[in-house]
């Protein structure tokens, strides 16, 4: 199993930007597949982007072309840099990481877009 923390939440205009990160321990990060999911009010919650351990990745089609996902192993620690945000990308953002046989959840980091 592994803990997860994520922090980089806040309130940002229409067009900005804003990272997320993700902070593991608990276990071997590098063996993970790592990801990124969120929920809106009322909705249910939604994949946003996964990171593999091999490093490829794959992204919900709503994100892409303005979502980067990544990772950086020795500080076990995973990425979602945000651009070009829009209104409907307001959601509570939740960290996820997976093995073999387990997944592990993030508490949730609010992120907010303003018009």
């Known amino acids: 199993q592994v803990q997860l923390v994520e922090s980089g939440g806040g309130l940002v205009q229409a067009g900005g930007s804003l990272r997320l990160s993700c902070a593991a321990s608990?276990?071997?990060?590098?063996?993970?597949?790592m990801g990124w999911y969120r929920q809106a009010p009322g909705k249910q919650r939604e994949l946003v982007a996964h990171i593999f351990r091999d490093g490829s990745t794959n992204y919900a089609n709503s994100v892409k072309g303005r979502f980067t996902i990544s990772r950086d192993n020795p500080k076990s620690t995973v990425y979602l840099q945000m651009n070009s945000l829009k209104l409907e990308d307001t959601a509570v953002y939740y960290c996820?990481?997976?093995?073999?046989?387990?997944?592990?959840w993030g508490q949730g980091t609010q992120v907010t877009v303003s018009s």
């Open positions: 996820m990481g997976a093995g073999t046989e387990f997944h592990s």
């Open positions: 608990g276990s071997i990060f590098s063996s993970l597949t």
